[in-house]
């Protein structure tokens, strides 16, 4: 069994450099402030990816930043030509996931090439970045998983969160009591007063580091996901001081355990994945660190969340709308295309459907709200029929301002379970995780075709209006009038 997509960051700086989408920063550059300036920029302006070779104060050490901010960095990832287009990485993408492999055990990994144990263990020796000004500290952990496991089972978490230092051996951390991690800590070893172990892997493998970021529901794990994507089963290694298995080709491992929730120290604010900085200082959790491991010459990741686009952004326009298309299509929905756009920072998603009934919209509003895993990050959900392309962002407002009648079409939905760091929710809200969603259903009901009122849509392709013959016609001689786009 060979891999079809990358196994380490090295192997993918490779490949976005041979296309033209990485910058080598040999300029020093500052952990305070200036590389958050740099990779939130990078962001904004959809530039190439950012990796820092000479860090102030951390010599030897590296930043990657937004190095899977763009489709084509997805693409290389996932093994595939850089000019794959999106449509064709989502269906590689969920065709994968549906194969999941098992990962293997090795004795010798890259990410245990330097071991720093107990009280030699000093997080300031890391180059942990001052991301954004206005921030509750240095976040070390950004671009990375926090690997943890179900005592009472065999189910092993990776998923995605940050952790800003506090000390020479703490950090602290948001833990979501609704997501997987919290359902491990607060369900079952806080009751039993126990601390969690936990890992934290920073800058992971690509496809580790994107499917930490979706989740899958509880009981699965994602390392077999993982496998599947990457084509062949991940290489994990045994930690130094605790019974998890962590990446083998990971930059850097923290090792420790999440303290019991009467530890707990004021953390945050973070400039979140929405765009804003909504959710304020609070006393959270608190994670003591006892080992760490590295790489040689190791990569700190700087996910530098905010304004579109970012890694997060990119990646989850691909693996976040693979997942809701699985859920539609497991509750035999006959869903075209899923497409959760990079602009609205993972808050709407619009999805193509052939429309067997009137309401579908409706249905599909409830799956993605209350079935699926990620329907708490949701505010809106837009729907539309198979004469809308949903990855086209200008058919889809067409539809949304001719097609969605205000009083038939617009379906709210009330005190619904929602993402605690959603700005457009009041404090109160924010703390109960409760708000509105809304879903806009831009189909015409099935009656309209049956009585032959549902208005022709004037378009070169609608061969109402131009015949098939007519259309190949002027594509082929399009060219020829003159014209250089198209």
Same mark, same amino acid.
């Given at each position: 069994?060979? !891999? ?16 033209? *989408? ?5 300029? *020093? ?13 990078? %962001? ?25 901010? %763009? ?5 290389? !990832? ?49 180059? !942990?970045?001052?991301?954004?000004? =206005? ?83 509880? $009981? ?7 496998? =599947?994507?990457?084509? *062949? ?34 953390? =945050? ?31 700190? $990741? ?83 029929? *198979? ?38 929710? %009041? ?39 131009? %015949? ?19």
């Amino acid at each position: 069994m060979k !891999a079809v997509g990358v196994k380490d960051n090295r192997e993918l700086i490779k490949k976005i450099e041979e296309i033209g *989408e990485l910058v080598r920063v040999k300029k *020093e550059v500052d952990w305070d402030l200036e590389v958050g300036a740099i990779t939130r920029r990078s %962001s904004e302006l959809r530039s190439e990816a950012v990796l820092v070779e000479n860090i102030k104060d951390y010599p030897g050490w590296r930043y990657i930043g937004n190095h899977l901010a %763009s489709f084509s960095r997805v693409a290389c !990832a996932l093994g595939l030509d850089p000019n794959t287009d999106r449509r064709k990485i989502g269906e590689v993408y969920l065709e994968r996931i549906r194969k999941p492999i098992k990962p293997v055990l090795i004795a010798d990994a890259p990410c245990q090439q330097n071991v720093i144990m107990g009280d030699d263990v000093n997080l300031f020796d890391l180059p !942990a970045p001052m991301v954004h000004d =206005g921030d509750g500290g240095r976040y070390l952990v950004t671009g990375a998983l926090r690997v943890t496991k179900d005592p009472d089972s065999d189910w092993v978490n990776w998923g995605t969160y940050r952790n800003m230092v506090h000390d020479e051996r703490h950090l602290g951390g948001l833990i979501l009591p609704s997501g997987d991690m919290g359902r491990m800590y607060y369900g079952s070893y806080v009751p039993k007063g126990k601390n969690m172990p936990v890992a934290i892997v920073i800058t992971p493998e690509p496809i580790s580091y994107m499917i930490g970021m979706t989740p899958v529901g509880v $009981g699965v794990s994602e390392v077999d996901l993982v496998g =599947g994507v990457l084509g *062949e089963p991940v290489e994990l290694v045994k930690c130094k001081t605790i019974d998890l298995e962590v990446p083998a080709n990971a930059e850097v491992i923290l090792e420790g355990e999440v303290l019991m929730p009467e530890y707990g120290v004021d953390e =945050g604010p973070f400039g979140e994945f929405t765009g804003f900085r909504t959710a304020p200082r609070l006393a959270r959790s608190v994670f003591k660190i006892n080992c760490v491991t590295y790489r040689n010459d190791p990569i700190v $990741g700087v996910a530098n969340m905010g304004m579109p686009v970012d890694d997060g952004d990119a990646v989850c326009a691909v693996t976040w709308a693979a997942q809701i298309k699985k859920d539609l299509q497991d509750q035999r929905i006959p869903v075209i295309d899923v497409n959760w756009p990079p602009e609205t920072c993972s808050l709407m998603v619009i999805v193509s459907v052939k429309v067997p009934y009137s309401g579908i919209a409706s249905r599909i509003g409830n799956i993605i709200f209350g079935g699926a895993p990620l329907g708490a990050y949701l505010n809106t959900v837009i729907v539309v029929d *198979e004469t809308v392309d949903a990855l086209d962002l200008g058919q889809v407002m067409h539809a949304l301002a001719a097609q969605c009648e205000p009083t038939r079409g617009i379906n709210i939905k009330r005190n619904e379970i929602t993402n605690p760091l959603n700005p457009c929710l %009041s404090l109160e809200d924010r703390k109960w995780m409760r708000g509105n969603k809304v879903v806009y259903d831009c189909t015409y009901p099935v009656s309209w075709h049956k009585q032959k009122e549902v208005p022709p849509k004037v378009s070169f392709k609608n061969k109402v209006m131009y %015949s098939e013959e007519l259309q190949k016609k002027v594509i082929e001689n399009w060219h020829k009038y003159g014209f250089k786009k198209g």
